[in-house]
Structures are given as structure tokens and as C-alpha cells.
């Protein structure tokens, strides 16, 4: 699949870093930058940009607040043409402690917002978009969203919004071929002015297959991270994508050797992955999270027992 | 996805006994075949009937044989209304080892067959129908068959096959959704007093896609393994493919059972699923032999020199 439009987003660290509270040392994060600036990746995302005031750098890595000086401290004499993207959370970043880009090593901001909060995602990409930054909005969660209030948000953000990329964002990875394709339609058809991301999660091994159904329903920007990292079941992992796309602008090599020298070890410390609690989840598009909390007890292989405690009607 | 025609088939024991030439013991096979029967799966294909002339006992498991007499004490006691099927491989059976059906408890014979051998597999075919079995003809290595040698043989099955069922086989583990869609719907306008199948192979985490793929376009019989279980990246995860389908005779509890209890141990001792060298001969439509040899070496992990070893253009 050759489409010039087509850019890759690596966010390996930011998701990644879900899994230790953002704790990779600086030679980890140098190594990635050097190995994505080499395959040709177009972004990457690099952390968070979280408040101090909310959040302790006792508790957390740096990876949760990117600052620009910790950040020019890993790009510093390698050479890239990737540009890089921090997230930042509704309600979780002080404004004020985001310089203009101009003043900073950082090209993109990328805002998670939940269908419920896209009047505060609309006013800070815009607050981004005047201090000379990229935006997206990544909607999280569509999978749980009422059909008329996304569509309302939708049709705000085109006439309100000033980002030029907005993403689907499957946070339970419970999308599959025909979910994607009605969801990446429906954003193509309202949002005119826009270009269309998709941001996947592998509960059910679907986020390569829903990202490639994205491109080809013409979603042009495309996250992954190498091999598959991510909070749970972990993204769409960068060495499949990157071996499929047919741009001759991307090299698969670079991400192959960082996969046998980082990834194969970093495997063996913290978890991601298809596990069939992250699995149970996706197919039944519940947050991760009770699957995560399992993870960490000696029932962490009691899959029945944790399947069932979703079958009670006590929601009712 | 609810359509009634749809049947599940299990290869666990088949093609996972790839990995450790069919040596499961006795109390293995019954436990799957207690799950899978409790789980409402159609079929379960418990290995292959080779001649014992052609290879020796010593070196391979009952399930390289499959004799009547171990099949049943297998079924011995467990209430089941799951068939059992077997494979067999052109060259590598002799007819006159295969009783009646009536006399069998196997129900299901699957020859496996390159386009190139599709004369010999339709002899077979008739010969196992006119014993009373039910037959499929499971052409293999579809994505390196030239598509007019294709085409002939789909016709040829048409016209002079008793068999039922035909599948698309993804022996590389190289289809995506595109890929697949053109496969089964040539099948379907092709063969049209048949039904098709899909057997995937999980080289680029798509195998449960393409499987879904394969329904959305009318493939009715559907291969699954247990954990994905199978020779090099494995297959499509059978409790994936039981919790996407909504007809209430499947159960996934059984399997998650299964999953805890057999396969999260037994994946210690054996190697199966996303390891990077079965995906990349899945990305470059090769036969996972290469990425299985070096497996079995200490440069197991060198995965750009493996990758490398392919770009040579020595085959010109």
C-alpha cells in the first residue's frame, strides 16, 4: 500500500510508558529516537505533558511531564527528520507551562479526549494551534460512545476546531474490519476539512488488521509502536505496519535490530501482549483495567472466573 | 456474526503437533478433546494418517497415524457430538489403511494439496467419499500459485470433485484483508456447489482478521487452534474466533479452562505465535522452514541478518 499521505506516528514511549509509570532511562529512549528517525518514521510520541502540580516526578518517570530540556538531552546529536508529538490529557497540563513551539523541541500536540469533553479538547488544540504547534484530537473510548452524541462531536469539531487530524481511537481493541470501517467513514464524511488517524489496541490481535482497514478507507495517519508495546494488550506493533506500507521512504531494518537488542529483554521485565484477561476485555469492550488489576494477584491465569464475574446483571 | 451454516474446526492436535512430531500424550489430547466437545466446536482434527511404511513410529507420535484404535481410546467415556476429522498428504497415505466410515470413528478426511497435485487430490477426495466420509480438499501455498493455474484447478474441482468443502489455505501467513476478500470470493464464484473454508496461519498477527475476513465473504468452515497453537506463528486463536461468533451453541468457557490449565505450561515448553522471524517470511511470502532453522540456533534473535538473507538476488 503506496500513499504518499500516509505517516506513521511511533508512540512507543507514551503508550509504553503505561506499563512502568514512564520510567525508561534516557539510553533507552535515545536508542529509539535513533532507531525511528532511521526507519523513516514521521513522529514520534514521546511522553506525556503532564502538570507537576498534579502528578509527583517521585511517583512518575520523566516520560509523564517532557520537559523540553529532558527531551533535547535525547535527540541531541542524532540526526532525524522525525518530528516529535507529546499527549496531554484533559484536565491534566497547565497551559501555561507550554512554550510556544517556536521555543521548543516539540512539533506536535496531541489531545485524548473522551466524546463527553470535546468542548475542552476544541478550546486547547486551539490554545496549541496559536502558539504554532501540530494538533490532533484523539477521541478515546468510540467504541462506547451513543452514535448521536459522537457524530454531534464530530460536527463541532469541523466547524470549531482547528486541528487538522483527528483520530479513532479503539481504547478496549474491540473493533473489528466492519466496527473500523463504519467508525473511519463516518469521520471521512463529517469531517471534511480533516485527515483521519487511527490509534489501535491488540486485545484481539485486530490492531494491525483494523489499522490497515483505516488505510484503506483512507485514514492517513497511523500509530504503532515497535513491537506492539503498550499499556495491556499493548498498539499495532511498527515492524508489521512498517513491513507493509510500500513507501520506500520506510526501512524495516533499523526497528528489527532495536526489537532484538531492546525489546526481546524489556519482554522479559514488564508485560504486554495477547493475554487472554487483555483478550476477554476487548471482546467484551470493557476497560483493560480490571484485567491489568488481575495481572497482579496469584489469579492472574483464572481466565473463567474472570470472564464470569462480567456475566453478573448486577449493571443493571 | 450469527450464521448457521458457519462450523468451527480445531486443528490443535494436527497442526500443532508440527512443532513436536505429534508426540501429545493420551491425557493431552483427551483434555482437549473434553474442552473442545464442551465448547460446541463442529470438528476437531486429531492429526494425520500417514503410512507407517513411509515413516517410523519410532520417530513420530500416534497423532502421525492416527489408528482407529487410538482415536478411540481418546473418545473412550467423553460425551461429545464433535466430529473428528483427519489430514492426509498426497504421497503420504496408503488408501487401502483407511476402513469404511462405518467402521471409523473418524468422520472427516482434509487432503492437503498444491495446485500442482490437484489431480491426485481429487482422486483421493472420491476415493475417501465412496468409504462414506465426509471430504475437504485443502489447497495449500494459495498466495505463490500463479492465478490462471489457479483458476484451472478450482474449475477442474467443480467439475470432477466430491467433496463439499474447499479452503483457502494461508500456508506463509502472508494474506491481509484485501488479499483474502479476492481469494474467497474467486473461491465462491468458482466452485459453486461447494462451500469454502479459511485456515490462516498468524505470521502478521492476521490470521483471526483474515478468518473474519472469510466470513464477511461467505466462507463457511472455519480452522482454528487453541491459543493459536501450530507450526511456527501458529493459527487463528480459536477462543478469539468462539467469542466473535455469536451462535449460542459455542461456549468459550471450556477453552479458557483449557487455555489455564494446558497451554500456558505447555507454551513454556514449546514455541509458537509472534516471534519476528516467522513474521517477516510472512511479510516476504516464504516458507516458514528458513525462520524455524534458525530458531534452533544462537542467532535466534538476529533478526536483520535473517532479514537480509532474503534480499540477495541470487534466485534470479
Known amino acids: ?4 499521505k500516509i505517516k506513521v506516528l511511533d508512540c512507543t514511549i507514551r503508550d509504553g510508558g503505561l506499563i512502568n509509570n514512564h520510567n525508561f532511562d534516557d539510553r533507552f529512549v ?23 502540580e498534579l502528578f509527583s516526578p517521585d511517583e512518575y518517570g520523566a516520560w509523564k511531564f517532557c520537559d523540553d530540556e529532558v527531551i533535547k538531552r535525547i535527540t541531541d546529536g542524532i540526526e532525524s527528520k522525525t518530528k516529535l508529538a507529546v499527549m496531554v490529557d484533559i484536565g491534566r497540563v497547565n497551559l501555561d507551562d507550554v512554550k510556544p513551539a517556536s521555543e521548543s523541541p516539540i512539533d506536535m500536540i496531541r489531545v485524548a479526549s473522551y466524546v463527553k469533553d470535546i468542548d475542552k479538547a476544541i478550546h486547547m488544540v486551539n490554545h496549541f494551534d496559536e502558539k504554532g504547534y501540530e494538533t490532533t484530537i484523539n477521541i478515546m473510548a468510540v467504541t462506547r460512545s451513543l452514535d448521536s452524541e459522537l457524530n ?11 486541528c487538522k487530524i483527528i483520530y479513532v481511537v479503539d481504547s478496549f481493541g474491540n473493533l473489528y474490519q466492519e466496527s473500523t470501517e463504519f467508525l473511519v467513514k463516518k469521520y471521512k464524511e463529517i469531517l471534511k476539512s ?20 483505516g488505510i484503506i478507507h483512507n485514514a ?30 520506510y526501512d524495516i531494518r533499523p526497528l528489527l535490530d532495536l526489537i532484538s537488542k531492546e525489546f526481546i529483554p524489556l519482554r522479559e521485565k514488564i508485560e504486554w501482549g495477547y493475554i487472554i484477561p487483555y ?6 469492550n ?31
Do not use: W
Not at 483478550?279 to 467484551?284: C, E, N, V
Open 1 to 4: 500500500m503506496f500513499r504518499d
Open 30 to 52: 535515545r536508542e529509539i529516537y535513533k532507531a525511528i528517525s532511521a526507519s523513516g518514521v514521521d513522529y514520534m510520541e514521546i511522553g506525556y505533558k503532564n502538570s507537576k
Open 152 to 162: 454531534e462531536a464530530l460536527h463541532q469539531i469541523e466547524e470549531e476546531a482547528k
Open 194 to 213: 480533516k485527515e483521519i488517524g487511527i490509534h489501535a489496541h491488540n486485545n484481539q490481535q485486530l490492531a494491525f488488521s483494523n489499522t490497515i482497514e
Open 220 to 249: 492517513n495517519y497511523l500509530d504503532a509502536t515497535v513491537y506492539g508495546i503498550g499499556r495491556a494488550a499493548g498498539n499495532c506493533p511498527l515492524e508489521l505496519l512498517i513491513g507493509f506500507l510500500k513507501n520506500p521512504k
Open 279 to 284: 483478550a476477554l476485555t476487548g471482546i467484551l
Open 286 to 316: 470493557e476497560h483493560p483495567k480490571s484485567a491489568m488489576a488481575l495481572r497482579g494477584t496469584n489469579k492472574k491465569e483464572d481466565y473463567r472466573e474472570f470472564y464470569e464475574s462480567f456475566s453478573a446483571s448486577d449493571i443493571e
